[in-house]
């Protein structure tokens, strides 16, 4: 199985966060985990030497034409210079690799250079706060929302500023090998597999100075307890405030209401049960708290697009044909619907 080749288009001045991110993510080996892993090709999108806000240099062996040699092509940060007149060869080269149907992410601001290519026309995007007036002028033809962490289109994803380029690049690791591996990178870099909210939570103080708000007590309770029938005045007798209290405060604190909050959970955790045991949807659906399996479909079905039982089929040919590769196994080969590939 050849591995799959994350392009990282790098333009002078780009936030060291940013840029950092997406190597940790996709550039440290961890092929124990899936073999092969992602290889991380750093393209120069313009002359060099290139730098980061800090004065690194960047060492970028690569270039544009390599970067339309990668199976997922990512933009990084860009300084606001790069924002107001992105590099002409860049700008053509991602029009050219969506045309050839590569999946695009932008960094952050990186969310310009995407939009000067006019590959975010007629589609929701997001980038950093600080920048959602301006984008949203310079862009009318986007519909920009300044809420979510990251936005996935599918073929295009979007992220907010700095931290989220984590969430979206652990996004696409569970996009490609499932939550119970995403879930792992998370864990070796100590961060959590799927923060809850939007930028909203980052954007206002939502409590006076000095109260103690963290509601990261009652949400770790409440994961352990999802096969429970969880409610708001439950969640707020374990978090110790009034009903009415815990839902403003939560719904502030996270950008959604707890119920919202509850079955994305729900959701994730049937998820990893369906890729990790082979437990029958009817458990599944009482581990995870949707408690009939007609209900699980149905939530299922409308989070993801797709029913459990399709899911698991997917995600479990898709890991045969990743061991078969790998092992060097040759034959023929069943697709995910039976039929012979």
């Keep these: 199985m050849s591995r799959h080749v994350i392009g990282l288009a790098v333009t002078d001045g780009t936030p060291v966060f940013e840029l950092a991110v997406p190597c940790e993510v996709f550039g440290t080996d961890r092929s124990d985990l899936v073999d092969p892993w992602y290889e991380l090709r750093l393209c120069a999108a313009e002359p060099g030497p290139l730098r980061t806000t800090a004065g690194l240099k ?8 390599d970067l339309l040699q990668a199976d997922t092509v990512v933009v990084a940060a860009v300084a606001r ?5 992105p590099p002409r060869g860049l700008v ?4 050219i690799a ?6 695009i992410m932008s960094i952050c601001s990186g969310a310009y250079v995407l939009a000067a290519a006019g590959l975010l026309n007629g589609r929701r995007a997001t980038t950093h706060w600080l920048n959602g007036g301006d984008f949203a002028h310079r862009f009318p033809e986007i519909d920009f929302d300044p809420v979510p962490l990251y936005i996935d289109e599918g073929d295009i994803i979007t992220t907010a ?8 690049c652990l996004h696409l690791v569970r996009r490609d090998h499932g939550a119970a591996i995403a879930n792992e990178v998370a864990r070796r870099m100590v961060v959590p597999p799927h923060r809850e909210g939007g930028q909203a939570q980052y954007t ?9 708000d963290s509601l990261t007590p009652v949400l770790d309770w409440a994961r352990d307890h999802l096969g429970e029938p969880l409610t708001v005045p439950r969640l707020a007798q374990v978090a110790h405030l009034s009903e009415r209290t815990f839902a403003r405060r939560f719904r502030d604190t996270l950008g959604i209401t707890p119920l919202q909050w509850l079955l994305q959970q729900r959701v994730r955790l049937a998820q990893e049960l369906l890729e990790t045991t082979d437990e029958s949807v009817e458990d599944i659906a009482r581990r995870s708290g949707f408690g009939t399996a007609a209900t699980l479909r ?10 459990p039982q399709t899911y698991r089929h997917v995600f479990r040919y898709r890991a045969e044909s990743q061991r078969r590769e790998a092992h060097g196994d040759g034959g023929r080969e069943d697709g995910p619907d039976g039929g012979e590939r």
């Design 58 to 65: 960047i060492d970028t062996p690569y270039g544009l034409d």
């Design 81 to 85: 210079a790069v924002q107001l007149d």
């Design 92 to 95: 053509e080269a991602l029009r």
């Design 98 to 103: 969506h045309e050839q149907g590569k999946r």
């Design 161 to 168: 500023g700095t931290g989220s380029a984590i969430d979206a």
């Design 204 to 212: 206002q103080v939502v409590t006076a100075p000095g109260r103690n």
């Design 298 to 307: 149905y939530h299922f079905g409308r989070v993801t697009s797709v029913s």
